[in-house]
């Protein structure tokens, strides 16, 4: 099983930026998928959650109105797209999977995202 997450890097307050993980090693349609950060000397907490059937989509509300999560079933990518961001935004973004079908969580090794001019 494997969760590559990819896009961080950095970018100025107001900026945009997109991550994107991709999946492999397991059935990505059939599994709920998240994005998850941690700001250094702080707890992970979710950001936004996309679901295995239908998409429905869930935001914390420090990423709602700025923050999209979708997915591409096809090729086994789920993406964040952050818009607005701020220098609080700053932390390691994580990819999570959590395959319905068995009850499994897998997460990803992380992208750093840093906001700052």
């Known amino acids: 099983v494997k969760l590559v997450e990819s896009g961080g890097g950095l970018v100025q307050p107001g900026g945009s930026l997109k991550l994107s993980c991709t999946a492999s090693?397991?059935?990505?349609?059939?599994?709920?998928m998240s994005w998850y950060r941690q700001a250094p000397e702080k707890e992970r907490e979710l950001v936004a959650r996309?679901?295995?059937?239908?998409?429905?989509?869930d935001y914390a509300d420090s990423s709602k109105g700025r923050f999209t999560i979708s997915r591409d079933n096809a090729k086994k990518t789920v993406y964040l797209q952050m818009n607005s961001l701020k220098p609080e935004d700053t932390a390691v973004y994580y990819c999570n999977a959590f395959a319905t079908y068995i009850g499994v969580n897998y997460w990803g090794k992380g992208t750093l995202v840093t906001v700052s001019s």
């Open positions: 090693g397991f059935s990505f349609s059939r599994s709920a």
């Open positions: 996309i679901g295995s059937v239908g998409g429905s989509t």
